[in-house]
């Protein structure tokens, strides 16, 4: 499957580089776009699930949500109404405060269908890519991790995350097109590198929607764990019908069923995000005690 995919990332993508430089929480903010260009594939839930878990470990967490859908907003129990200064607002040059969650640790700036018009009025900025970016540099200060929950396109709003971000999440369904949709991304990334962001980091790609009985999903699995390594996460998040019915409790899977598969699923990611960070933030201090040597 993928010919062509290994030779283009196969030593690039699953080396090094990307594994040197884990989701960290050093003491220092990271800023983390959820990001695939795919609609469906569960960046939302990620989003949600991850910022719930890491806040129940003490993190300070925002979510940025980028989408004009407001599918984070509204699966943390952020009323439309109540949406009142939001990302096309933080995109365009105005002031904006967090909102709180009904999650300690967690807040929010929400999305509404404004922000599809940002995407328009973007397009003649000065340095249209960075306008998030810009407007992060205060607001990520009061925060262990922000992350930034991208629509399902490669537009301006995801350029924007991508270039305000210092890692990528990726999440990918266990299905056919996987891969096909995976090197799209990653050649995006390449070129968000290149021109604005050479920092720019694949800090892992998580599977989803696992189904475990289907023999085409553990062949996805195999593949995408061959073409890119330790990249992927040792957590698969299963297709459970308790993640798909919290969102309309308004309420992350943790809160509303913490023992489904589903919700312990996210906890060993969370569980698994900090062990590589500690792991990789071990290997630093090691690597600058031999510098200093
Ligand atoms: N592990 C899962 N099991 C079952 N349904 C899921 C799972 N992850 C996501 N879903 C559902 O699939 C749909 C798409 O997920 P979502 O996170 O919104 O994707 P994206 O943000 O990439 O568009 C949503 O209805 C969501 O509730
Ligand atoms: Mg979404």
Excluded at 18 to 29: A, E, I, N, R, S
Excluded at 119 to 144: H, P, Q, S, T
């Amino acid at each position: 499957m993928n010919q062509g995919f290994d030779a283009k990332y196969g030593n690039d993508m699953c080396g090094t580089d990307p594994l040197t430089q884990h989701l960290g929480y050093d003491g220092t903010h990271k800023i983390v776009a959820v990001a695939n260009q795919k609609g469906g594939v569960g960046k939302t839930t990620t989003t949600i699930n991850l910022a719930t878990a890491l806040s129940a470990v003490g993190r300070r967490i925002l979510i940025v949500d980028s989408d004009s859908q407001g599918n984070a907003s509204t699966g943390l129990g952020i009323a439309p109404a109540d949406r009142i200064e939001t990302t096309y607002d933080l995109l365009t040059g105005g002031r904006v405060t967090p909102m709180k969650t009904a999650i300690p640790n967690l807040e929010i700036i929400p999305a509404t269908v404004d922000l599809s018009g940002a995407e328009i009025e973007l397009v003649g900025a000065e340095r249209r890519e960075a306008c998030l970016k810009n407007a992060m540099g205060e607001l990520a200060i009061d925060y262990d991790l922000v992350l930034i929950d991208c629509p399902p396109a490669l537009g301006l709003l995801t350029l924007n995350a991508l270039v305000a971000a210092d890692e990528v999440l990726v999440p990918l369904q266990c299905e056919f097109f996987a891969l096909e949709g995976l090197s799209m991304l990653l050649k995006t990334i390449e070129r968000v590198r290149d021109a604005y962001n050479p920092a720019l980091n694949v800090s892992g790609i998580v599977l989803t929607m696992y189904d475990k009985r289907n023999r085409l999903a553990r062949e996805v699995v195999e593949d995408v764990r061959r073409v890119m390594g330790e990249t992927v996460f040792d957590t698969i998040i299963p297709r459970n019908v308790r993640v798909s019915e919290a969102p309309s409790f308004g309420k992350p899977v943790m809160l509303h069923s913490f023992h489904s598969a589903g919700a312990q699923a996210y906890v060993h990611l969370a569980g698994e995000m900090l062990r590589r960070d500690a792991a990789a933030t071990a290997a630093n201090s090691a690597t600058t005690i031999r510098g200093a040597a």
